[in-house]
């Protein structure tokens, strides 16, 4: 239970982090660059890429765990 609560914690904590630091630049971009881009796609890409790195973040933490 608690390796299940530590991984999940620090999963949360990495992918907020990283939702932050994607607004901060998103934020920084000229508005150019949201000319020729639709706001579904860059928020359906941005929501995806996240998920599928706090997928592999946090199975990979668990087997270096289980492996440690």
């Given at each position: ?36 881009r639709?706001?579904?796609?860059l ?26």
């Amino acid at each position: 239970i608690g390796q299940s609560y530590l991984l999940s914690y620090a999963g949360e904590r990495l992918v907020a982090d990283l939702r932050r630091r994607l607004y901060g630049h998103l934020q920084s971009l000229s508005t150019s660059f949201f000319d020729g881009r639709r706001v579904g796609e860059l928020m359906s890409r941005l929501t995806n890429d996240v998920a599928a790195i706090q997928s592999s973040l946090t199975g990979s933490l668990l087997e270096l765990l289980r492996q440690v």
